[in-house]
């Protein structure tokens, strides 16, 4: 195979996990006998700091000329209080290329079993895959901050069709596993939880053999920690899908060993692990690069869809 692949380092830790990633990558291509053309572009603070943006259209090129793109991690605390952001530059990413599907599964390693601070019990048979929804929601509804600095708002605004299609994703998934999806969302409160809720019973109307429950998005947060086992798909949108992933994440021993995938109708699609950037302890070389190297080495396929992760 030959693949076109656009490495964005990013800031903190994410040159760091990146280059244990192209090892790995450049070992696979020995191993298979694939052909895998790697080039480096910029994103976040990097960027900003080098070309004024967080996303230059250098990068918006590399990628649109690439088969997939690989990134460490954005953010940079230096850029707190400024309006141009690290942030900006995936969140403009994902949207410019459509990727509103990620996919975060959660497994645990035999081999790293020893970072989780669960009893074995809770964690026996844990396997779940978190489809976030990546392009929509108060993450890119109509926001803004008055000038006088005394109110700000963001807006969560979900449309039928952005319900429906990562409805469809989840659906195909759970065919190919267990046949079971959690749906979270905070319907009890907010109106676009509503809308969710009955869209994706809508969509269940054409898998009749997928079991669907609709869990508040409080109540999940602990039942993912009280039995997590129980869980096959967890459907979710975009800000709670960010929350319970970081959260989930702690089964697995840390943050840095859950790897994601953002795809979209294309083929082209985005492959990240779930941490940030970590400027804490960035540059000590003690980031695990788990998450990063998993997201590299992971087979995921939804039929019936252009969504394939696999190398
Ligand atoms: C993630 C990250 C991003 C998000 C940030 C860096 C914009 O936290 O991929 O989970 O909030 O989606
Ligand atoms: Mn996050």
Partial sequence: MKADLVLLPGDGVGPEVLRESRRVLERIGEIRGHDFALREALIGGVAIQATGAPLPPETVRACQEADAILLGAVGDPSYDGCEVRPEQGLLELRRRFGLFANLRPVRLLPETAELTPFRPEILAGVDILFVRELTGGIYFGPRQEQEDGYEAYDTMLYRVEEVERIAQVAFR??????????????????????????????????????????????????????????????LTGNMFGDILTDEASVLAGSLGMLPSASLG??????????????PDIAGKGIANPIGTLLRDCHEITIPDQAMLWTV
């Fill in 173 to 234: 998934a759970a065919k190919s596993r267990k046949g079971k999806i959690t749906s979270v969302d905070k319907a009890n409160v907010l109106a676009s939880s509503r809308l969710w809720r009955r869209v994706v019973d809508e969509v269940a109307g054409a898998y009749p053999d997928v079991e669907v429950d609709h869990v508040l998005v409080d109540a999940f947060a602990m039942h993912v920690l009280r039995r997590p086992a129980t869980f096959d798909v967890v």
């Fill in 265 to 278: 109708d294309a083929t082209l699609g985005l492959y990240e692990p779930i941490h940030g950037s970590a």
